[in-house]
Every structure is written in structure tokens, then in C-alpha cells.
């Protein structure tokens, strides 16, 4: 069992930032924050596997904006959100996986999840 522990969430005008943080409790091979709208799916927003010749991928949406980074010594995961969108609103997840099947944004590849962290954005 790998458990996962969000925070960073909050409440922002537009152009804000946010930094999002997920402790896991163990190493795992991809990490990942999903988010979900209210009325809308999940959907990727940015992924990283955590061996040392790492590899990052973004949602188009987010792209320029966002960054995902880690700190393998720890194992954490951060996600630092610089100019904010209102359509950026949304509750974000962190999920782990312990192998790479299929899409980085595809919720299925994930077997573990965090409890989810409001980010709010207003114009």
C-alpha cells in the first residue's frame, strides 16, 4: 500500500501561482496530478517518472505554465501553477503508479490516489 498525502491548495485571483505538494510513502516508478471539474472528467495534468533519467509530461492547457518537479529524496511530488486560470478551478489529485501502460493521462494507469486538494481561481 502506497499512500499519498496532498496540500498546497487554495484560492487565487487570475495570474496567481499555487505550488501543489504529495508525499508518498514510498518510491514509485510515475507520478502524476489529475484534476476534476465540477461536471467534467479527471483529466492529466502533468506527469513524471521518478528514476533518475526522469521524463515530464503536460496536458496542452498547462503547458508554460505549470511544472512538475520531484524530490526523489523524499519522495515528493510538486506541482508549481503560475498564471492561473479560472478554468484552471478544479480539485487536484496526485497518483502514483508502479509501471508505465498506456497514456500518462489515463487515469487506469494509476493504482494509488490522494484525497484531493481544492485549487480555486477567480477572475
Known amino acids: 500500500e502506497i499512500k499519498l498525502l496532498e496540500s498546497g491548495g487554495g484560492s487565487v485571483q487570475t495570474g496567481g501561482s499555487l505550488r501543489l505538494s504529495c508525499a508518498a510513502s514510498r518510491r514509485t516508478y510515475i507520478m502524476a496530478w489529475f484534476r476534476q471539474a465540477q461536471g467534467k472528467e479527471r483529466e492529466g495534468v502533468a506527469a513524471m517518472t521518478t528514476v533518475s533519467s526522469s521524463s515530464t509530461y503536460y496536458a496542452d492547457s498547462v503547458k508554460g505554465r505549470f511544472t512538475i518537479s520531484q524530490d526523489r529524496a523524499d519522495n515528493t511530488l510538486y506541482l508549481q501553477m503560475n498564471s492561473l486560470k479560472p478554468e484552471d478551478t478544479a480539485i487536484y489529485y496526485c497518483?502514483?503508479?508502479?509501471?508505465?501502460?498506456?497514456?500518462?493521462?489515463?487515469?487506469?494507469?494509476?493504482?494509488?490516489w490522494g484525497q484531493g486538494t481544492q485549487v480555486t481561481v477567480s477572475s
Open positions: 497518483a502514483a503508479g508502479l509501471g508505465y501502460r498506456g497514456r500518462w493521462n489515463s487515469p487506469d494507469m494509476y493504482s494509488y
